[in-house]
Every structure is written in C-alpha cells, then in structure tokens.
Nanobody, 127 residues
Framework: QVQLVESGGGLVQDGGSLRLACAAS????????MSWFRQAPGKERECVAS????????YYVDSVKGRFTISRDNAKSTVYLEMNKLVREDTAVYYC????????????????????WGQGTQVTVSS
C-alpha cells in the first residue's frame, strides 16, 4: 500500500521559513516524479514544484523560484520543500503527489494524472 505523508506545516510570520516533508512508502519510486501542490482558501489547487527521484532534476513555478527549494533523500524516501521568504500569499494547504515520469514534462503534470496523494499539511503565513 503506497502512502505519502506530509509534515512540517504550521504558522509562520511574514518573511519566515518552513520545511515541509513528504515521506513515501509502499513501493520504489525510480522513474517517478514527486510534486508539491498547494490550495489556498477559495482557490484552485496549483502546482508549486517537482523533483524526479532520479536524477533529482527540479522544477519550479515562477512565483516560488528563488524562495523555495525542492529536494529528495532517496535513502529516506522523503521529499522536502524548503520555503523561505514566505508571504501571506503562500498560505495554503500543501500536498505532495507522485506519478511516473512521461516526456514531455513542465514543472507538474495535470493533477488528475497523479497516482498518489498525501493528506496535506497547512501552512499559514501571518503579517
């Protein structure tokens, strides 16, 4: 049984930092991509960043470039999202998701094509 479990969310002040983690279990993920999405109140869920398990290539949407860093630890089967210089607009529930890689690929695939999703973790940025 495949599971993705997010952690690390919380309340942080404007300009602060958080590191989210997504622990994956239940299968090997070679040839897969792990993505972070987020959904703000009253808005649609949107792509944030992705990383391939091998070779670890990273992709970001423009709004988080230079502030967020996605990475993976193969030994721990965990994907991280380091978030710096947080602003109120980053407030959302953050989800990790996984699916096999198919070319072409541009930051994220369509959400409906992901095989597995985590339950989400809340990030709240206060001014």
């Amino acid at each position: 049984q495949v599971q993705l479990v997010e952690s690390g969310g919380g309340l942080v002040q404007d300009g602060g930092s958080l590191r989210l983690a997504c622990a994956a279990s239940g299968r090997t993920f070679g040839g897969w991509v792990m993505s972070w999405f987020r959904q703000a109140p009253g808005k649609e869920r949107e792509c944030v960043a992705s990383v391939t398990w091998s070779p670890g290539t990273t992709y970001y949407v423009d709004s988080v470039k230079g502030r967020f860093t996605i990475s993976r630890d193969n030994a721990k089967s965990t994907v991280y999202l380091e978030m710096n210089k947080l602003v109120r607009e980053d407030t959302a529930v953050y989800y990790c998701a996984a699916r096999p890689i198919v070319i072409p690929f541009n930051v994220c695939y369509a959400q409906t094509t992901y095989n597995y999703w985590g339950q989400g973790t809340q990030v709240t940025v206060s001014s």
